[in-house]
């Protein structure tokens, strides 16, 4: 999956191996090439792609 931002830029992509048992998210928008997470935790996913997401200006 790739996840982006609303102006079109990537901001994480995030993948599962058939028997791996975890996510492989990188976020090229903060500097994390890679970053492990356990398969039962996909709410730390979100929480990453969230915290990567460029903040709004108010």
Do not use: Y
């Amino acid at each position: 999956m790739i996840a982006h931002s609303r102006d079109g830029w990537e901001v994480a992509s995030v993948t599962v191996g058939e028997r791996s048992g975890c996510f492989v998210v990188s976020l090229p928008s903060v500097g994390v090439t890679t970053q492990m997470v356990n398969a039962d935790q996909p709410h730390a996913v979100v929480d990453l792609i969230l915290a990567a997401l460029p903040k709004e200006a108010a």
